[in-house]
C-alpha cells in the first residue's frame, strides 16, 4: 500500500519536504500545502514555495500541488498557472477544516454550497491535461452534504479521492467516523485514500486490515512526530537512527537559514513549530525549553537532548 504525506499549513513546505525526501524513504507522493487566491492573483508565497521545490532524487516520488477555491474565476487561475508551469496533477482541497477557510465556504466550508461544487467541478473539465485528485471531510455540519454528493463525485474522472473521516466543524476534535468512511469508501467508484488519526505502524496496518482496497493512507501529523514512519511501515523495521534524524533536523535549520537570510528571530519561530507534534517519548521539560528558547544557540542545545532520546 502506498504512503502519502499529507501537506499542512506552516509545516510542510518545500524546506521540509525536500529534507524530509533527502533523508528518509517509503513516502510516493508528496503534497503542497494549498495555493490560493488572495486580491484577485495567487498568493506569492504559495507560488515562491511550489517553484522552490527541488525534484527529489529518487523519480517515483511525485509532488502534487494542490488547489483550493470555490468559484470558476479562481479555480481558472490556478490551473491556468500550474497549467504553464508544466504540472499534470493536481489535488483539489475539499477538506481544510480552518475557519478562515471554511467560512469562505472553501475547503471543508464547501460542502454547505453543492451549486459551487458543481462550478468548480465544471471548470476542472478544462483542463484536460492535468490529472485530477479531491480530498474531502465527510462534510462541513453533517455528512449527508457529502452522502448526496455522491454521484457527482463519481461522474469526475479523479484519479483517487482521499477522505478524512472528520466534520469540517470538528476540526481535529473527537473520534473519527469510520462508519461514514466506510460507506462512502463503497460508493465513491474511485481509488480511495484514508487519511486521520495514524501515528503508528499499527495504525497503518489496522486500516489497511479493515480496508484491503485502499489505494493509500496519507498521513500528515504522524509523519511530523515520526518522520521514520513510513518507512518503518515498509521496512517492518522500527529503528530510529539518531544520526540521519540530526542531520534531518540540520537540513531543516540550514534550509530556513537560507530562506529567512539568516534571521534568527524568524528561523527560531519556524524551528519551534518542527516539534509542535513530537511524540510522547520526547520530555516535555524539554519541549517546554524548546519553545522558551530564546535564540538559536539555546535552542540548539535543547534540540540535541530531544533528539538523542527520540524513540
Known amino acids: 500500500m502506498e504512503i502519502y504525506f499529507a501537506p499542512i499549513q506552516g509545516f510542510t513546505d518545500y524546506v521540509y519536504r525536500n529534507a524530509h525526501a533527502k533523508y528518509f524513504s517509503g513516502i510516493d507522493k508528496y503534497f503542497t500545502p494549498f495555493l490560493r487566491i488572495e486580491k484577485s492573483e495567487i498568493r506569492r508565497k504559495d507560488v515562491s514555495d511550489l517553484l522552490s521545490s527541488s525534484k527529489f532524487d529518487n523519480p517515483t516520488i511525485e509532488l502534487v500541488p494542490q488547489i483550493i477555491g ?27 477544516p480552518f475557519p478562515q477557510q471554511a467560512k469562505k465556504f472553501r475547503g471543508s466550508g464547501i460542502w454547505e454550497k453543492p451549486e459551487m461544487i458543481l462550478e468548480v467541478f465544471d471548470t476542472l473539465r478544462f483542463f484536460p491535461e492535468i490529472k485530477f485528485s479531491l480530498k474531502m471531510r465527510i462534510g462541513y455540519s453533517d455528512v449527508s452534504q457529502t452522502l448526496e454528493m455522491v454521484e457527482v463525485i463519481n461522474s469526475f474522472p479523479f484519479r483517487f479521492v482521499t477522505i478524512h473521516p472528520r466534520l469540517g466543524k470538528q476540526m481535529y476534535k473527537g473520534d473519527v467516523d469510520i462508519l461514514t468512511f466506510t460507506k462512502l469508501s ?3 467508484s474511485h481509488p480511495i485514500v484514508y487519511n486521520g488519526d495514524i501515528v503508528t505502524t499499527d495504525d497503518i496496518k489496522k486500516i489497511e486490515n479493515n480496508f484491503p482496497n485502499l489505494k493509500a493512507v496519507m498521513i500528515g501529523r504522524g509523519l ?10 515498509k521496512s517492518q ?42 511524540p510522547q517519548s520526547v520530555d516535555k521539560k524539554v519541549l517546554k525549553n524548546i519553545q522558551k528558547s530564546r535564540s538559536l544557540s539555546e535552542y540548539q542545545a535543547f534540540a540535541n537532548i530531544a533528539m538523542s532520546k527520540k524513540d
Open 186 to 188: 463503497s460508493e465513491i
Open 224 to 233: 511530523l512526530g515520526n518522520p521514520f514512519l513510513a518507512e518503518n511501515y
Open 237 to 278: 523495521n522500527h529503528d530510529i537512527d539518531i544520526i540521519r534524524l540530526t542531520n534531518f533536523h540540520s537540513e531543516v535549520l540550514n534550509g530556513y537559514l537560507q530562506e529567512y537570510n539568516n534571521s534568527e528571530f524568524m528561523v527560531l519561530d519556524k524551528m519551534k513549530t518542527f516539534w509542535t507534534y513530537a
Open 70 to 96: 470555490n468559484s470558476r474565476e479562481d479555480i481558472e487561475i490556478l490551473l491556468k498557472f500550474l497549467k504553464n508551469k508544466g504540472f499534470t496533477s493536481c489535488d483539489l482541497n475539499f477538506g481544510c
